[in-house]
């Protein structure tokens, strides 16, 4: 992939705010690390996936608290993007951290379910509200929301 990944991003002032920031035909990334936040947007596959593993590892080792992903604008994401965000809230969990997932398109939030990974105890899965329209206010439904005990599904 062509896309190159920059930290030490500056806000329109000049300043310089600590982050990631990709761009490439396939894959855009926006992060801080202070507030820990990643926004993707575009295609998350094998060409992709070295890209946004480092970028999202960038976040969680130049930041603390919990660490927000917003996907609302993912179009694809392979198995082997879900196993990255997996992992990545298993590297959290030990910290008493966790990786929240927010606007997740709720198929991907029910493919998460059913393989179980929307019970790591370090990840909280924020589905979007296909009713409203994209970018609205709302909270979505959020998994595990009402389930049994988060099970500890790392290492």
């Not at 660490?67 to 082997?80: A, M, Q, R, S």
């Not at 609205?136 to 959020?142: L, V």
């Amino acid at each position: 992939m062509t896309g190159q990944v920059i930290e030490g991003t500056s806000d329109p002032a000049g300043t310089d705010t600590g982050g990631v920031r990709v761009r490439s035909a396939l894959l855009r990334l926006d992060g801080t690390f202070d507030p820990p936040h990643l926004a993707v947007d575009g295609e998350i596959d094998l060409s992709t996936l070295d890209t946004f593993t480092s970028a999202l590892s960038s976040v969680l080792e130049n930041s603390s608290g919990d660490v927000w992903v917003d996907v609302e604008g993912l179009n694809f994401i392979d198995v082997g993007g879900l196993r990255a965000l997996a992992g990545a809230a298993c590297r959290l969990e030990p910290q008493d951290r966790r990786l929240v997932l927010r606007s997740v398109a709720p198929h991907l939030a029910k493919l998460m379910d059913l393989v179980g990974w929307s019970r790591i105890s370090g990840l909280v899965i924020v589905a979007r509200d296909e009713t409203r329209p994209a970018g609205g206010s709302g909270p979505g439904r959020t998994y595990p929301a009402s389930r049994s005990r988060p099970l500890r599904q790392c290492g």
